[in-house]
């Protein structure tokens, strides 16, 4: 009788972990078939426009890690950034027309006040990589043999703006390096500015506005005022002092040339480089275009890449027709 009894207990006791086992299993199978399936719902909802329209707008949409930032009159043509370059956002900033969408508080200081406004107006949502430039494809200060602002920004290499936080568009010393500015040594005279009282201004405006460095005794950098900044480069700085520069551009005596060129010889220490900022010309080519087999180069620049013209503006057909009216041998380069 203890016997049998022991063996239905084992029975009994078989019965229920098998049981037991086989609810265990039904319970497990049903739950993960209830998460796959939700997790379907919710993946097809998400993906119907009718339910997040926001979603598929962001997704089609996404804000452009580049933007271009530029100086312009009504005059000037700017369609060859959109033309050539459309998946890049552009700023557009015309001083001159107060119905032009991106407004300046006051058209003074040249390309500073533009420059200024967006860093002030973008701050908060500003793109990975930041170029700041002037109005037209064509000007005679672009760093290669037909001055061809296309060229200058399709060879752009992003790693090297990257690596840096900040670079000038312009690689050949010629005007700016390695020294354009002498802020100990300039003075002014009879109370009036003239070529060699540049440095006097400068050291005015650098005692002003950038107290917490020492006054350089010299100052280099390339001209003229095109360069490419980072975002992390422009935060380090908070947005009152981009403020406070602007507010001094806006109530500064000095003329535009004069106030407009203390920031085109300072941004590169605004943003963190030495005084003289002259990096190798050659070197320059190659990290910043990818151009590594220039020939006849030095530090201060490769002779057959870049010559300085006899003008300032450029011929009225540049660069088809030269400076004696002579045809030039070019082939415009394709929009993408």
């Given at each position: 009788m203890?016997?049998?009894?022991?063996?239905?207990?084992?029975?009994?006791?078989?019965?229920?972990?098998?049981?037991?086992?086989?609810?265990?299993?039904?319970?497990?199978?049903?739950?993960?078939n209830?998460?796959?399936?939700?997790?379907?719902?919710?993946?097809?909802?998400?993906?119907?426009?009718?339910?997040?329209?926001?979603?598929?707008?962001?997704?089609?949409?996404?804000?452009?890690?580049?933007?271009?930032?530029?100086?312009?009159?009504?005059?000037?043509?700017?369609?060859?950034?959109?033309?050539f370059?459309?998946?890049?956002?552009?700023?557009?900033?015309?001083?001159?027309?107060?119905?032009?969408?991106?407004?300046?508080?006051?058209?003074?200081?040249?390309?500073?006040?533009?420059?200024?406004?967006?860093?002030?107006?973008?701050?908060?949502?500003?793109?990975?990589?930041?170029?700041?430039?002037?109005?037209?494809?064509?000007?005679?200060?672009?760093?290669?043999?037909?001055?061809?602002?296309?060229?200058?920004?399709?060879?752009?290499q992003?790693?090297?703006?990257?690596?840096?936080?900040?670079?000038?568009?312009?690689?050949?010393?010629?005007?700016?390096?390695?020294?354009?500015?002498?802020p100990?040594?300039?003075?002014?005279?009879?109370?009036?500015?003239?070529?060699?009282?540049?440095?006097?201004?400068?050291?005015?405006?650098?005692?002003?506005?950038?107290?917490?460095?020492?006054?350089?005794?010299?100052?280099?950098?390339?001209?003229?005022?095109?360069?490419?900044?980072?975002?992390?480069?422009?935060r380090?700085?908070?947005?009152?002092?981009?403020?406070?520069?602007?507010?001094?551009?806006?109530?500064?005596?000095?003329?535009?040339?004069?106030?407009?060129r203390?920031?085109?010889?300072?941004?590169?220490?605004?943003?963190?480089?030495?005084?003289?900022?002259?990096?190798?010309?050659?070197?320059?080519?190659?990290?910043?275009?990818?151009?590594?087999?220039?020939?006849?180069c030095?530090?201060?620049?490769?002779?057959?890449?870049?010559?300085?013209?006899?003008?300032?503006?450029?011929?009225k057909?540049?660069?088809?027709?030269?400076?004696?009216?002579?045809?030039?041998?070019?082939?415009?380069?394709?929009?993408?």
């Open positions: 203890r016997s049998f009894d022991l063996q239905a207990v084992r029975r009994a006791r078989f019965s229920y972990i098998i049981s037991a086992s086989t609810l265990v299993t039904l319970f497990v199978i049903f739950h993960l209830y998460f796959v399936v939700e997790n379907d719902i919710v993946n097809a909802v998400a993906s119907t426009p009718s339910f997040f329209p926001e979603r598929l707008e962001l997704s089609l949409n996404p804000t452009p890690p580049v933007e271009l930032v530029v100086a312009s009159t009504s005059q000037q043509n700017t369609s060859w950034y959109s033309k370059f459309p998946d890049w956002g552009s700023n557009i900033f015309t001083v001159d027309d107060q119905f032009s969408p991106l407004k300046i508080p006051r058209n003074k200081g040249h390309e500073a006040m533009v420059y200024l406004t967006y860093i002030i107006d973008r701050y908060e949502s500003l793109p990975e990589n930041i170029l700041f430039l002037h109005a037209e494809r064509f000007q005679w200060h672009n760093d290669n043999p037909n001055y061809d602002g296309v060229l200058l920004l399709r060879n752009f992003f790693p090297y703006l990257q690596q840096e936080g900040y670079v000038n568009l312009r690689c050949v010393w010629t005007l700016g390096c390695p020294a354009a500015i002498h100990l040594k300039d003075e002014l005279v009879e109370g009036k500015v003239n070529k060699q009282a540049m440095g006097a201004v400068f050291r005015q405006a650098f005692q002003e506005l950038l107290p917490e460095h020492q006054v350089p005794p010299d100052v280099g950098v390339s001209c003229c005022a095109q360069f490419a900044v980072t975002r992390d480069t422009i380090r700085r908070p947005r009152d002092d981009y403020l406070r520069f602007r507010e001094w551009l806006i109530k500064t005596p000095f003329p535009d040339e004069l106030s407009g203390f920031f085109e010889h300072s941004w590169h220490i605004i943003f963190g480089k030495e005084p003289v900022h002259c990096p190798s010309a050659q070197d320059c080519y190659c990290k910043l275009y990818g151009m590594c087999n220039l020939q006849d030095t530090v201060r620049g490769c002779n057959s890449y870049y010559v300085l013209p006899p003008y300032s503006t450029l011929p057909d540049w660069p088809r027709i030269g400076w004696e009216g002579e045809e030039r041998p070019y082939n415009d380069i394709a929009p993408p």
